[in-house]
């Protein structure tokens, strides 16, 4: 059903909010990677304080931390709604022309600055299921940024309607949005002590219905070969090139399984991200990723032994191989809280939805949260065809995701 009193505001927050560029950049050492995030950041403490929230603040870190306050004088845990503000570096986020397709009529969509740029019903099947609404894309040159901003677009209409509606019962709710999730360093500076809140939700997933419990444990690797070096006019017998033994390494591995492009389901993987050298010194850099934790040093042991017999084809060579955790199954912490799932399938189902939980091949802030003292289940929001051109909404799903973010709300404060 839909909510009373409704007056809808996520579509337009979203087209506002997909014009700010917000890239992060993997490469900046900076906190927030890019000054660029706080773009944004300072539109949404105004707005937020615009409604009625006089608590809302931007930290030098780049987070936003608000508070909708408690309608009721129950006990009720302090619940936390979280989406990032910044797009990922895989496309252009500058400049972004959003484009709103009223009543879609399930052709394939083709991007007016790029016609070469068609989001096609066959390789976006779940097009087919949203005929009728109205679909937010971006013009063809950048992506839209969806990802997640529409998110923020949620929480941020989910504030505007329930400081509209103080006779909505809910318990003090935490907002916070986050910069640099898409280069893995979503919560690096939250203060969780200034967060205050019990339980958390972030609001980044895809497809209505869905509700992510379980993402990914996730490590870095980098192997690092080391050649020696001479003048290669006079090389004969003496150069050994750290480039060769990378590119030895790389090709050895196994190109039908154990990567991404031949894996689904729950099996995990190994990956090249990067790869750079020079004659004496070549890395290759992989992200290694399994949804059983105690497999991410499986996979390590045996991308070690690739490496090891790479570097045994290239006598006097060597090589050094280092492990950074990234992230871990942020399942391992829901399940010693599971009123934290069941509350949102019960929301989802006041919303008219039959929820269907799914494990996430990737993470989310959520994965990093929930070890930190928030468990944090993932949301749906919409948003589709990430990370590219091709990448669009439903208004529709949004304005769906309010209706059971306030439904979530009204549970956590019945149950107290």
Request: aromatic share 6%; charged share 25%.
């Amino acid at each position: 059903m839909a909510l009373a009193r409704y007056n809808q505001t996520a579509a337009e927050r979203l087209m506002r909010y997909v014009q700010i560029d917000t890239q992060s950049d993997p490469n900046s050492e900076a906190q927030p990677s890019t000054e660029k995030q706080k773009d944004l950041s300072r539109v949404l403490v105004e707005e937020l304080q615009a409604m009625g929230i006089s608590d809302a603040e931007l930290d030098e870190h780049g987070y936003v931390y608000a508070t909708i306050p408690a309608t009721t004088d129950k006990d009720v845990p302090v619940i936390c709604y979280c989406a990032h503000v910044d797009t990922a570096p895989d496309c252009s986020g500058k400049g972004v022309k959003p484009i709103l397709h009223k009543a879609y009529d399930g052709n394939d969509i083709t991007l007016p600055d790029d016609t070469s740029v068609v989001i096609s019903t066959k390789n976006h099947p779940y097009l087919k299921e949203r005929i009728g609404d109205d679909i937010i894309t971006a013009s063809g040159t950048t992506l839209l940024g969806a990802d997640d901003k529409a998110g923020v677009a949620i929480i941020m209409d989910l504030a505007h309607h329930l400081m509209n509606n103080q006779d909505i019962e809910h318990g003090k709710i935490r907002i916070l949005f986050t910069p640099d999730e898409e280069i893995g360093r979503g919560v690096a500076a939250v203060d969780m002590e200034r967060l205050g809140a019990q339980y958390g939700y972030t609001l980044d997933g895809g497809e209505r219905g869905l509700l992510e419990g379980e993402t990914f444990s996730a490590d870095a690797a980098t192997v690092t070969f080391h050649g020696i070096s001479a003048h290669p006019g006079y090389a004969k017998g003496k150069i050994v090139h750290a480039i060769k033994i990378a590119s030895a390494f790389v090709d050895s591995l196994p190109k039908d399984t154990w990567c991404p492009e031949s894996t689904e389901g729950m099996e995990g993987f190994v990956h090249p991200m990067a790869m750079s050298g020079e004659l004496e010194t070549a890395t290759v850099q992989f992200i290694v990723r399994d949804f059983v934790t105690a497999k991410l040093a499986e996979h390590e042991a045996r991308l070690k032994e690739y490496a090891e017999k790479a570097v045994a084809m290239f006598p006097g060579s060597s090589m050094t191989f280092e492990v950074k955790e990234q992230y871990r199954n942020m399942k391992e912490i829901l399940d010693g809280c599971p009123q934290v799932m069941d509350y949102a399938e019960e929301a989802y189902k006041r919303a008219g939805m039959t929820p269907e939980r799914q494990s996430i091949r990737g993470g989310t802030d959520g994965s990093r949260l929930s070890f930190i003292g928030l468990p944090c289940p993932n949301i749906f929001t919409g948003e589709m065809g990430i990370h590219s051109k091709q990448e669009y909404v439903s208004v529709q799903d949004m304005e769906k995701a309010v209706e059971t973010l306030v439904h979530l709300s009204q549970i956590w404060a019945e149950r107290g």
